[in-house]
């Protein structure tokens, strides 16, 4: 299986920051990336596919990006709405696979 | 706009079979262009896919499941389900169905999500 290593765990940011998520892939995805939003209770809501393809309706300050087996999801001017857990996956080969979780606070 | 709605017991006996249902209004689960799946998150962890049906019953199980996994198709009431024997505590978790384009399978749309509870 790809294994999908997300860093770091926990973030705690300030309302208007940037703040970037690393997911680290354990083989070549090929692009064949998602990222996800979730709120406490609801399930995941998609942001980006394709590594930084952004979802429709999604908010442009989501973005993401990739170099070799390292993908990057930013968040620019961080708001109080984006207090959430966000999740890596790979669709590049089954089983697809996710990142453990980064949780992002507000402080 | 598809919407999909899981359904199904939140109590299951160890040893005993999980079964749950995911009913689908806004598109046909025989739509050759997409992934129906299954996906679970254990308490405070993180998310594990289970596997999909696609092309009118074929179906896909991650590996760590395949022992005791059945996804099937109930097309007239445009519904699929899920089928795990032999529970564990460790199978107790929040399960989502959802839908994954054929060519991009990354999860498009979710449910809500039902939680499932192993226990005596």
């Known amino acids: 299986d790809i294994q999908l290593t997300q860093s770091p765990s926990t973030l705690s940011a300030s309302v208007g920051d940037r703040v970037t998520i690393t997911c680290r892939a354990s083989d070549s995805l090929s692009s064949r990336l998602a990222w996800y939003q979730q709120k406490p209770g609801k399930p995941p809501k998609v942001l980006i596919y394709e590594a930084s393809r952004l979802e429709t309706g999604v908010s442009s300050r989501f973005s993401g990006s990739s170099s070799g087996t390292d993908f990057t999801l930013t968040i620019t001017r961080l708001q109080p709405d984006d207090v959430a857990t966000y999740h890596c996956?790979?669709?590049?080969?089954?089983?697809?696979?996710f990142g453990q979780g980064t949780k992002v606070e507000i402080k | 706009q598809v919407r999909l709605q899981e359904s199904g017991p939140g109590l299951v006996k160890p040893s005993q079979t999980l079964s749950l249902t995911c009913s689908v209004s806004g598109d046909s689960i025989t739509n050759g262009g997409y992934y129906w799946t299954w996906i679970r998150q254990p308490p405070g962890k993180g998310l594990e896919w289970i596997g999909y049906?696609?092309?009118?019953?074929?179906?896909f199980y991650n590996p760590s499941l395949e022992s005791r996994l059945t996804i099937s198709e109930d097309t007239p009431k445009n519904q699929f389900s899920l089928r795990l024997t032999s529970v564990t505590a460790a199978d107790t978790a929040v399960y989502y169905c959802g839908r994954e384009k054929y060519w991009s399978p990354y999860i498009q749309d979710w449910g809500q999500g039902t939680p499932v509870t192993v226990s005596s």
């Open positions: 996956q790979q669709y590049r080969r089954t089983p697809w696979t």
């Open positions: 049906t696609y092309f009118g019953g074929a179906t």
